[in-house]
Every structure is written in C-alpha cells, then in structure tokens.
C-alpha cells in the first residue's frame, strides 16, 4: 500500500507501508546444544512483520519490525518470542546544515561476540538486546572540497539478561573529508567516548587518518592509522596503535577483497572487546551463478593481551536451476582457540554445512526449503562436544 500527499505549497512525501508474514516448520535434533542428551522438537516460527517508510522535504523515518511466535511441540521451551526491530530516522532541522539521527535496534544476539549462537541454536548462549542511539551533527564546508562534521552521539544498551552488563555511551566526535582529486580523499576522524555502567566507568580517546583512493570504476582503497587511549580506570590504559585498512578490486566477473582493522565490540559480560581482524574474500559472479570464497584470522582481547582466535574459512555456492528456483551451499570451518588466564588452552573446532533452495512463485511470494548441520569438537571443553540438524521448510509474503 502506497500513500503520497503532496500540498500545493510543499514538495513531495513519500508514505509506504510494507506488511510481510512467515509460516515456516523446524525439525531440531538437539535444542540445547547437549553432548549426550540431546533433545530433540518440531518448532513452528509464525512470523508477521511489518515496515513504514515515510520520506519527506525535512525528516525521513524508515521503520522494520517482526515478531515471531515459536511453538515448540514437544513443550522443550516456552515463552520463547523473540521481536526485531531497526528504527531509523533522520531529521533535517536547518537544511544541509544541522541534522538529527535517531536509531533504535532490538533484536536477539549471542552472549558472545566471538562465536555466534544464534545461527546454531534457538536460544542457547543467547539474550534479547536494545541499542537506543540520538546523534545530532552538524554538516560545514569551509571550502569547496572539504566537509567538517562535528555531533554528539547518546548510545544506551540493555540486555534481558540479568548477568550482562548494560550500559551508556556519550560520544562527542569529529569527522573530516578532504576531496584532495576526484577520486583521492583524505579522512580523519577524532572521537572521545565515556562509559558508563553500574560497576565501572571509564573513557576512551582515539584519532584515525588516511586516504581513500578509487583507483577505477567500483574498485576502492583505503587505509587509516591512528591511536586509541583509555582512561583512567579501564585495565588497558597504555596508547595503542588502531588502524583500518582494505582494498575492493572489482573485476568484469571477480571481485577481490581484503581488508584488516582493529575495533572494539560491544561484549554483554566484559563491556568492551579488542578484536583485530585479517579478511581476504574471492567472489565470481556470471549470468545465474555466484561463487566466494572467505578466509579470515581474528584476535581478541580485553586489554593488550590475546586471549582468544578464531580461524574462519567460508566456501559458497549459489545457482539458479531454474527461472524461478534457485540452490544454494555453504560449507564453513571455524577453529577458535581460547587463552584463559590461570587455566589451561582450549581448542574447539566447528563445521558448518547450510543446503538451501527457494522458489519464488510470484515476486511477493516464496517457499523455502533449508538444511543445517553443525558439528562441534573439541578435546578441552566437553560442553563444545555436539552436533544438530535443523531442516525448517516455509513460505515468506510481503503485500
């Protein structure tokens, strides 16, 4: 359904209303994760959802929300409704000038921001999350070919459960573009952030700069070095160097990629965590059939120390057999090598297949089919000890 009002003494709006709903049933052989007792129940996902954009002269909304009703036959679980919703707004209030983001996500995440849960099981490892964000900024250009943007941006987290750590964020940064030719620009970017949670508060100041360069059409490269420092009751108070690099290189039917960074996580138990990140990715794609290749090296740490990896190498395979009927398969390889400290190393080593077709009878309606093994190992940790198949068939209808 689509709305437009258009006054004669204004531009144009834009008001589109989207309403979606999704019938699927899950076969799960082991809900928990469990070793030895593994438990097995028919899920069925009934999910509607809904989105609303609305565009006009001085404010923009763009608004997506599901939720999803899960039965599960065999009583293993109750009460289990998890809700999605990305709420973002962006309100012009001086003209190019001054403006005003709002952004609101909710939806479910894994306990841990090294090895996602979500994709395994339907609850295991896991908690509802709500990130509240308002950034009001200002857009100058002192010259022609440079954009100053400085804003505040007020960020809230909560978690459902009890253990996580919930927390406010209040940033005040600076962004700096300098267009140096029509394809070479130079990018800055200051911030300082201070944290604050019921246990510790702490702050953080870091500054980054580099070029971005756009060698041909569609294929980009970037580098941006700096330093980051927290203070003054954070455990990592030393300066250390942070960076964030990459290279797209597209070619007629190829695209390569890589790209490495340092970055901190949001972790619902340890509130920040380092990770550096090593991604390198080929990609073919030709008339019906897309074919990649993912291979990445993180680290991660609260402070300056390691004390966990994780090794990922992804293959993927997508093809269209028919007009309407397309197949799809993934195969990836996680190993994830823990450094507690005053303990022992563990190792455990994952295995991914995913197996999916969808048919999309008309191009608001598709039916799916889907298959997922995961087998987990490791010598160390004996709850890492499991294996599960999901098979889930269903049907998706946007209006």
Known sequence: MVIAAVPAWSQASEFKITPSFTVSEEYNDNIFLDPKQQVADYITH???????????????????????????????VTGDNPR???????????????????????????????????QVSPRVNQTDQNILTLNPYIVLHPTTR????????????????????????YTAYLDIKNELSQRLDLMATIRHEDTDTKNIDFTQNYFLIGPRYEYQEKSVAWFRVGVSKFTPDARDQEPRPIWDAGVIHKLPTITLSYETGRTWLDDPFFILRREDRYIAGIRKEVERTSIGVTAGYREYGIDNNVDERRYTT???????????LQGSYALSIDGYYRFPRRAENTTTIAYWTDVRFDYHAQEAISYWINYQYIDSYSPDIYTDNYNTNRVTIGITASF
């Not at 959802?49 to 997506?64: E, H, N, Q, S, T």
């Not at 999605?84 to 921001?113: A, E, H, M, Q, W």
């Open 314 to 324: 992804t293959a993927s395979f997508s093809h269209y057999l028919l007009e309407k």
């Open 146 to 169: 440079i954009e100053l943007k400085p804003g505040y941006q007020y960020r809230t987290f909560w978690y459902q459960d009890p253990t996580a750590i919930d927390k406010i964020v």
């Open 46 to 76: 009934i999910i509607p959802g809904i989105r609303v954009l609305y565009l006009a002269p001085y404010w923009d909304w763009d608004i997506k929300y599901k939720y999803e009703h899960r039965y599960y036959a065999n009583k293993t």
């Open 84 to 118: 999605d919703l990305d709420l973002t707004g962006n309100v012009r209030l001086i003209k190019d000038v001054l403006f005003f983001d709002v952004k609101d996500i909710y939806n479910r995440i894994s306990l841990s921001p090294v090895r996602d849960y979500t």
